[in-house]
């Protein structure tokens, strides 16, 4: 066996990108961390598999402990740790990894897909023949994808690895085509933080490997290849790749934080074992069939000729289980179809100026009666990412990756429904799609595209879709428009857009995300008091916490004693939740009456009526990065 070595990263004299630096670009998208983890990797294992002739790609992940070899197989490959003055995640958390009691692991597996191809070295000159996957993937940051209609387009996606790592910490394996042979390659990866050593300064960049020959840089390390990187995985207990047809990659996240595993809900203990935990082990396996399909069910739907797109196995502690066809589960069973007829291309969207074809659409009804699969919410209750309604219009590039969901708030009675819009594979009309996405691949932002076509070809395309799902909810009047509005979801980019216009009074918070309404000056005399709906005035940093305003008018005779509850929410695709993913909720902290400052008692602002008219204003905390509302109900009417 080969001497595995530890290469830490400095900082050149021209600088480079630390690790935290690194870790923070996909930003703080609206996902868990598992769901983003499964949409990347599920993601690059798609785009991997593009034009590869090798059957159906498959997707696989495994959670297991390591048996004793295996550990003392793992223990040795990065038996050389950070500096010692590098005391951070990586150093301490590698550490207390080993130390435990039993080590378990997450594995990403794909096969049929090309696997990490190309040179070792991001510096070395690139052969048109050639990928550079390798180096994309293990060195470079940012690198712009290289696939027409590939999912995948900054390659930021990685840092949700190391962010599901209690050490900051992953293996990668891959099979791959190298100057016509197969290849096998190992190497460790590890973003940990800037330290000092030595008079020296490094990123916190870390790298498993043998020495390289290099002269740029000696010190750097390289991937074991081959029958030392056979050896290794063998005796790591890895997901076998022993002939051609097995190309793909591996990616082993250390010591994994995951969080149906971590706490005994009796008792709000670690588990020692995990593995021996029924209940647990079935969550956590109906906790990444849900997410698996609820953003992706389309590559997991057969085509017209009943070839599926690609296979998935999830297995914990030698629990495997194929992933349920999303056709035979509801809600997924009305998207499907709605998929089908999209695929299908019967139904088109168009842009006006300039004109080009956008896109196709599928729709499908069903009654307000029709059932959801209980599967899912029966173990993982509210946390469960599936509706209990279905109002939901899904956005697709040709990938067929949900990139978001466009949904409604469905009112009693009233008919459930979905839709499918699917991007046309045009290259200048795809790419438009792909570039107006942040790194979490989780919007569309037309603001975000400097090109105009570009920027018109997205918005069309979303004002379209609006239009048809008014239609879908029969919504026909502006009021209904207000009393209903569409709910986009809480992506990166849309934080980012929202901020921005908050600067001029506008931006997310808002209980229907309604146009700010002009404040009249005259006296309103009225025998019943009346409350407006609260108004999203914007959102602004106070003593570095995010701050969402409202406003709302009150109109009421002179001197009334009024009482309103007030209460702030997360909003959902479902509707809304006391609190963000964080655990903590929206809390209101000020409230303005004509510009004066009132008192909340349980939620109920009680006050007396000065004038016809009242202006009041709500100040609200936003716990995390999410989109809030206000709720406001008059209790007394007269």
């Given at each position: 066996?080969?001497?595995?070595n530890?290469?830490?990263?400095?900082?050149?004299?021209?600088?480079?990108?630390?690790?935290?630096?690194?870790?923070?670009?996909?930003?703080?998208?609206?996902?868990?961390?598992?769901?983003?983890?499964?949409?990347?990797?599920?993601?690059?294992?798609?785009?991997?598999?593009?034009?590869?002739?090798?059957?159906?790609?498959?997707?696989?992940i495994?959670?297991?402990?390591?048996?004793?070899?295996?550990?003392?197989?793992?223990q040795?490959f990065?038996?050389?740790?950070?500096?010692?003055?590098?005391?951070?995640?990586?150093?301490?958390?590698l550490?207390?990894f080993?130390?435990?009691?039993?080590?378990?692991?997450?594995?990403?597996?794909?096969?049929?897909?090309?696997?990490?191809?190309g040179?070792?070295?991001?510096?070395?000159?690139?052969?048109d023949?050639?990928s550079?996957?390798?180096?994309?993937f293990?060195?470079?940051?940012?690198?712009?994808?290289?696939i027409?209609?590939?999912?995948?387009?900054?390659?930021?996606?990685?840092?949700?690895?190391?962010?599901?790592?209690?050490?900051?910490?992953?293996?990668?394996?891959?099979?791959?085509?190298?100057?016509?042979?197969?290849?096998?390659r190992?190497?460790?990866?590890?973003?940990?933080?800037?330290f000092n050593?030595?008079?020296?300064?490094?990123?916190?960049?870390?790298?498993?490997?043998?020495?390289?020959?290099?002269?740029?840089?000696?010190?750097?390390?390289?991937?074991?290849?081959?029958?030392?990187?056979?050896?290794?995985?063998?005796?790591?207990?890895?997901?076998?790749?022993?002939?051609?047809?097995?190309?793909?990659?591996?990616?082993?996240?250390l010591d994994?934080?995951?969080?149906?595993?971590?706490?005994?809900?009796?008792?709000?203990?670690p588990?020692?074992?995990?593995?021996?935990?029924?209940?647990?082990?079935?969550?956590?396996?109906?906790?990444?069939?849900?997410?698996?399909?609820?953003?992706?069910?389309?590559?997991?739907?057969?085509?017209?000729?009943?070839?599926?797109?690609?296979?998935?196995?999830?297995?914990?502690?030698?629990?495997?289980?194929?992933?349920?066809?999303?056709?035979?589960?509801?809600?997924f069973?009305?998207l499907?179809?709605?998929?089908?007829?999209a695929?299908?291309?019967?139904?088109k969207?168009?842009?006006?100026?300039?004109?080009?074809?956008?896109?196709?659409?599928?729709?499908?009804?069903?009654s307000y009666d029709s059932?959801?699969?209980?599967?899912?919410?029966?173990?993982?209750?509210d946390?469960?990412?599936?509706?209990?309604?279905?109002?939901?219009?899904?956005?697709?590039?040709?990938?067929?990756?949900?990139v978001?969901?466009?949904?409604?708030?469905?009112?009693?009675?009233?008919?459930?429904?979905?839709?499918?819009?699917?991007?046309?594979?045009?290259?200048?009309?795809?790419?438009?799609?792909?570039?107006?996405?942040?790194?979490?691949?989780?919007?569309?932002?037309?603001?975000?595209?400097?090109?105009?076509?570009?920027?018109t070809?997205?918005?069309?395309?979303?004002?379209?879709?609006?239009?048809?799902?008014?239609v879908?909810?029969?919504?026909?009047?502006?009021?209904?428009?207000?009393?209903?509005?569409?709910?986009?979801?809480?992506?990166l980019?849309?934080?980012?857009?929202d901020?921005?216009?908050?600067?001029?009074?506008?931006?997310f918070?808002?209980?229907?995300?309604?146009?700010?309404?002009?404040?009249?000056?005259?006296?309103?005399?009225?025998?019943?008091?009346?409350?407006?709906?609260?108004v999203a005035?914007?959102?602004?940093?106070v003593?570095?916490?995010?701050?969402?305003?409202?406003?709302?008018?009150?109109?009421?005779?002179?001197?009334?004693?009024?009482?309103?509850?007030?209460?702030?929410?997360?909003?959902?695709?479902?509707?809304?939740?006391?609190?963000?993913?964080?655990?903590?909720?929206?809390?209101i902290?000020?409230?303005?009456?004509?510009?004066?400052e009132?008192?909340?008692?349980?939620?109920?602002?009680?006050?007396?009526?000065?004038?016809?008219?009242?202006?009041?204003?709500?100040?609200?905390?936003?716990?995390d990065?999410?989109?809030v509302?206000?709720?406001a109900?008059?209790?007394?009417?007269e």
């Amino acid at each position: 066996m080969p001497l595995v070595n530890i290469y830490s990263e400095p900082f050149r004299r021209d600088g480079n990108i630390s690790a935290e630096g690194a870790s923070k670009l996909l930003g703080r998208p609206s996902l868990s961390p598992l769901e983003l983890l499964l949409r990347e990797t599920l993601q690059n294992s798609w785009d991997a598999s593009i034009g590869e002739k090798k059957g159906i790609p498959s997707f696989k992940i495994r959670v297991r402990n390591l048996n004793e070899t295996e550990k003392l197989k793992f223990q040795s490959f990065f038996s050389e740790s950070p500096p010692h003055e590098a005391n951070e995640t990586v150093h301490k958390g590698l550490k207390e990894f080993f130390n435990k009691s039993n080590q378990v692991v997450l594995e990403i597996c794909d096969f049929g897909t090309r696997g990490l191809g190309g040179p070792f070295s991001a510096s070395e000159f690139l052969s048109d023949s050639e990928s550079n996957d390798f180096v994309n993937f293990v060195k470079n940051i940012g690198s712009p994808r290289d696939i027409q209609l590939g999912g995948g387009t900054y390659g930021f996606g990685k840092s949700s690895l190391f962010r599901m790592s209690k050490c900051n910490t992953v293996l990668i394996e891959t099979l791959t085509k190298h100057k016509n042979k197969n290849q096998n390659r190992m190497i460790g990866y590890a973003l940990g933080s800037e330290f000092n050593s030595e008079g020296k300064r490094f990123t916190g960049r870390h790298w498993w490997g043998v020495k390289s020959d290099s002269l740029e840089d000696p010190n750097s390390v390289d991937p074991l290849i081959d029958d030392d990187a056979n050896n290794y995985a063998k005796e790591m207990g890895l997901m076998s790749r022993l002939n051609s047809t097995k190309t793909g990659t591996s990616l082993i996240i250390l010591d994994p934080n995951l969080e149906d595993l971590e706490v005994n809900f009796e008792n709000q203990l670690p588990l020692i074992n995990p593995e021996d935990n029924e209940l647990l082990c079935k969550k956590l396996m109906v906790r990444m069939q849900e997410i698996l399909l609820w953003h992706a069910w389309p590559k997991f739907t057969p085509k017209e000729d009943e070839v599926l797109p690609m296979k998935c196995t999830i297995s914990i502690f030698d629990r495997t289980k194929k992933l349920p066809d999303p056709r035979y589960i509801s809600p997924f069973d009305k998207l499907t179809i709605a998929l089908n007829k999209a695929r299908k291309k019967e139904e088109k969207i168009f842009s006006i100026r300039p004109k080009r074809l956008l896109g196709y659409v599928g729709v499908q009804n069903c009654s307000y009666d029709s059932e959801i699969d209980q599967r899912f919410r029966n173990l993982l209750g509210d946390d469960s990412l599936i509706p209990s309604k279905l109002a939901h219009f899904a956005l697709l590039r040709p990938a067929e990756l949900v990139v978001k969901y466009l949904t409604r708030n469905l009112e009693e009675g009233q008919d459930q429904w979905c839709g499918v819009f699917i991007c046309d594979n045009n290259k200048e009309i795809e790419q438009s799609f792909a570039k107006s996405e942040p790194p979490s691949h989780d919007d569309w932002n037309p603001q975000s595209l400097d090109d105009n076509y570009q920027r018109t070809f997205v918005n069309q395309a979303l004002t379209k879709i609006k239009e048809k799902i008014k239609v879908l909810s029969e919504i026909n009047s502006l009021d209904d428009q207000d009393e209903n509005e569409i709910i986009e979801g809480d992506s990166l980019a849309k934080f980012a857009g929202d901020l921005g216009r908050s600067l001029i009074g506008k931006g997310f918070g808002g209980s229907d995300g309604s146009k700010e309404r002009k404040q009249g000056t005259g006296t309103f005399k009225t025998k019943f008091s009346r409350l407006s709906k609260p108004v999203a005035l914007g959102t602004k940093f106070v003593d570095e916490k995010l701050i969402a305003d409202f406003s709302m008018q009150l109109a009421s005779k002179r001197d009334n004693m009024i009482d309103i509850n007030l209460k702030s929410f997360v909003k959902t695709d479902e509707g809304k939740e006391l609190s963000a993913p964080n655990g903590k909720s929206p809390k209101i902290i000020k409230v303005l009456v004509n510009n004066k400052e009132e008192f909340l008692e349980d939620d109920k602002l009680t006050f007396k009526q000065d004038t016809d008219n009242s202006d009041i204003r709500v100040s609200v905390e936003i716990p995390d990065y999410v989109a809030v509302y206000l709720n406001a109900e008059l209790i007394n009417n007269e």
